[in-house]
Nanobody, 119 residues
Framework: QVQLVESGGGLVQAGGSLRLSCRAS????????MAWYRQGPGKQREFVAH???????NYADSVKGRFTISRDNAKNTVYLQMNSLQPEDTDVYYC?????????????WGQGTQVTVSS
């Protein structure tokens, strides 16, 4: 079994910063892509940022220049540094990893962490 545990969410004023972390644990052979998504009430889950196993990144247009995704392969952890936060960034943030266990690859999701930005 593989578990993804997120941390770092909270309440921040507009213009502030937060850093999210997501660590994978369990029977892991390797991890390919890592990503962050977010979802608000009544909305579909939307892509935020992605980082490949080789370190290539891409971002949603709405967060480019403000958010930075990074990873620590030794710790099976992905980070999301969020700067210049705005009220429209308020959502539940979910991490996602494509994990190889013995014999197969599977997608895993974290439980979500709330980010609230006040104006």
């Amino acid at each position: 079994q593989v578990q993804l545990v997120e941390s770092g969410g909270g309440l921040v004023q507009a213009g502030g910063s937060l850093r999210l972390s997501c660590r994978a644990s369990g029977s892991i052979f390797s991890i390919d892509r890592m990503a962050w998504y977010r979802q608000g009430p009544g909305k579909q889950r939307e892509f935020v940022a992605h980082i490949s196993s080789g370190g290539s990144t891409n971002y949603a247009d709405s967060v480019k220049g403000r958010f930075t995704i990074s990873r620590d392969n030794a710790k099976n952890t992905v980070y999301l540094q969020m700067n210049s936060l705005q009220p429209e960034d308020t959502d539940v943030y979910y991490c996602n990893m494509y994990v190889r266990r013995v014999g197969r690859w599977s997608d895993y999701w974290g439980q979500g962490t709330q980010v609230t930005v006040s104006s």
